[in-house]
Structures are given as C-alpha cells and as structure tokens.
C-alpha cells in the first residue's frame, strides 16, 4: 500500500503562521513522500459557534492557501470534509469504540471548555476527536503532519485503531503522527508562554496581514532581560521562539541560528527575523491572491471529493461488513 500522509486544518479564525510551518510550508516536501490527502475540516469548525458567512470564506481561504504552499492537484488530493458524507458515517460507527473517561481527559477539550459555561458546550466540542480519528482512518493513512497539540489526538486515533483490529482483526491501518523537530509550537509574539492560536489579533502573525504588519509584529514581540540572544526556553521564553520561527524560516536548527546571531542586539536580531519571515510569505501572499482571483480551488475541490469519495467509501464499506452492518 502506498504512503498515504494525511492532514487537516480548521477554517476557523484567521490561519497563522503556527499552522504555515506546522503543514504549509512542508507541503512539497511531503508530496515527494507519499500521496497527500489534504483538507479542509469544515465539519470541526462547527464545534465552537461561527458565523456561516465565515465559515465560508475561510473555507475558500484555506483551499487557496494549500495551493499556495504547493499542493499539486494532479498529485495530491484536496477536499472539504463535508463533500465526503463517509466521515460523518463513519463517526456514527466509530463513536460506540471511544470511551466518555478518554475524551474528557483530552488537554484541548479541557482548554477550551473550561473557559464556557456548562450548558453551552456542545457535544460536537467534546467527540471532535471521533471525527478527528474518523477522518484519519477512512484514508488508511500512515503519516500524519501535525502541530504539538494535536499529537494526543493521534495517539487517541491509534487506541482506537488498535482496540478496533483487535476485535474484529486487521481491518484499519494504524497512523503515526509527524512532527517537525523545529516549529511544533510556536508561541504568541506578545505571551510566548501560550501557543499562537488563530484569536489573539496582537500575538498572532496572520497569513494574510499586510507584510508590514507582520513586520510591526515581529519587531513588538516581548523579548526578555538581558540581552544575548539565546535559546533558553524557560528563561527566555521570547527570544526562543523567535529563534524557532527564524530556524523554520531558514530551514536550519535552532543551534545554527543561534549561532548565527551571535552578538545581536535584540532590535536587529528581530529585524531579521521579519526578513526572513516576509521573504517566506511574500511569494505565498501573491500566490494566494492569484487563486483567489482566478477560482481555481473550485475545480480543484470538485475532483478532489471526488476522489476522496472513492477511497473513503471503501474503507467504511470494510468496517461495515467487519461489524456486521448488512449491506452491498
Ligand atoms: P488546527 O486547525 O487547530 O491547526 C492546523 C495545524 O496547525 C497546527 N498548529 C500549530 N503548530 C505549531 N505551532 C502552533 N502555534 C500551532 N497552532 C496550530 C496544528 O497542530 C495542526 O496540525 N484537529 C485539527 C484539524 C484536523 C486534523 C484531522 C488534523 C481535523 N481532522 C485529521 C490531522 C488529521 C485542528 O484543529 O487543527
């Protein structure tokens, strides 16, 4: 069986440059590896209140942006997760096979609940990571480009893979997350002891900001006492993580950018970081801008579900028969 990577992106907020380095930007690599599913989890999206105007055109965004960082459609496959109707039925299936106790200890439902009252978190927000395994195992997916915070819902998907075969034998194929060794978690500009999520205006760097506010940004971000610029999380929690996004930038290690800033003030260490970030997303903006103008993410999202389909109703169809739903 081929190497099938797989990943997903919410088009919620605004898209940040966490999520560029931790999937866009390995993206051609990535299809020199294996055959690409890539999508655009619209169905996620629902599970914290959003405007349906929004929903929509980041949906478009997000489509655009995958095709920006690379994505060849001739040799990957890109879809919205709601034009392949075997994940909701698969979620249907697949939610009898995880537990209330190993849901409710997911960190990023934990997060995000405890900042809502009880009776408005949805029962969406609480079995995402149903859906989120569902769409993993429908692609036999082997590798999975993730972020930090979405490593412990892999893990989940590989406990359900695993309770799963041994029940009813080999029927899924159990996926492994990837994580980039520089980059899994970039913090936010203004408080990098938190991730930067798609919500904070002022930490956040957003793919779609004008490049001289991302400069604005860069050049605002809290730095720490002192004045060396060197990598040491825990006390110098801002120059570090101006020194991964460097490094990502860069495609280097994290030592070899410390090195190469060696006896930089911080004013300059930030303004080539900015560089190093502009030069990156520059190109990407003006690709961006031209599919967005030219619609070709319709056509492409159009064969993409197509193929999708195909594959995902196969393996529904093989966990169908395997459990005993009767049937073609
Ligand atoms: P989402 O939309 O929150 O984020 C998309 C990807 O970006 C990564 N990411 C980050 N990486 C580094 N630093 C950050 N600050 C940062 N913030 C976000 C995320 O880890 C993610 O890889 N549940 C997923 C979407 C999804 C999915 C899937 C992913 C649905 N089904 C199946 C993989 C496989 C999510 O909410 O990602």
């Known amino acids: 069986m ?4 797989l990943t997903g992106i919410k088009p919620t907020g605004q898209l940040t440059l966490g999520n560029y380095i931790a999937v866009l930007k390995g993206l051609p690599k990535q299809m020199e590896k294996g055959e690409l599913f890539y999508f655009i989890a619209d169905l996620h999206a629902l599970t914290l209140p959003i405007e349906p105007d929004v929903l929509r055109q980041n949906s478009i965004d997000l489509a655009a942006f995958y095709l920006a960082a690379g994505l060849d459609p001739n040799r990957a496959t890109l879809f919205l997760q709601s034009d392949v109707s075997a994940h909701s039925e698969l979620n249907s299936i697949m939610q009898n096979y995880l ?3 190993e849901l409710s200890r997911m960190t990023q439902f934990k997060d995000k609940s405890s900042k ?6 949805g ?4 079995a995402y990571p149903v859906l989120m395994a569902c769409d993993i195992i429908l692609y036999d997916a082997k590798t999975i480009p993730v972020g ?9 998907t590989r406990d359900l893979v695993n309770r799963f075969n041994n029940r009813y034998g080999e029927v899924l194929v159990l996926p492994n997350y990837e994580v980039k060794k520089v980059g899994a978690r970039i913090m936010s500009l203004s408080d990098p002891k938190v991730k930067m999520s798609k919500s904070d205006p002022k930490g956040d760097i957003f793919l779609k900001d004008d490049l001289s506010v991302i400069r604005k940004k860069i050049m605002s971000a809290v730095t720490d006492s002192g004045s060396e610029v060197k990598y ?3 006390n110098k929690p801002g120059v570090s993580n101006l020194l991964v996004i460097y490094a990502s930038m860069k495609d280097i290690t994290v030592e070899e950018a410390e090195k190469h800033f060696e006896g930089y003030r911080y004013g300059d260490f930030k303004r080539e970081v900015a560089d190093a ?3 990156e997303l520059e190109p990407f903006q003006n690709r961006y801008k031209e599919i967005i103008a030219n619609k070709s993410y319709e056509k492409v999202l159009q064969e993409g579900a197509e ?3 195909k594959v995902a109703n196969e393996t529904l169809r093989r966990v169908q028969k395997a459990i005993g739903l009767l049937g073609k």
């Open 232 to 234: 040491d999380v825990e």
């Open 307 to 309: 193929r999708a389909r």
């Open 99 to 101: 537990y209330m106790g």
């Open 123 to 126: 029962l969406g927000l609480f």
């Open 277 to 279: 970030v502009i030069e």
């Open 2 to 5: 081929s190497n099938r990577i």
């Open 116 to 121: 809502m009252k009880e009776n408005a978190i």
């Open 148 to 156: 930090e915070d979405q490593i412990q819902h892999v893990e989940l």
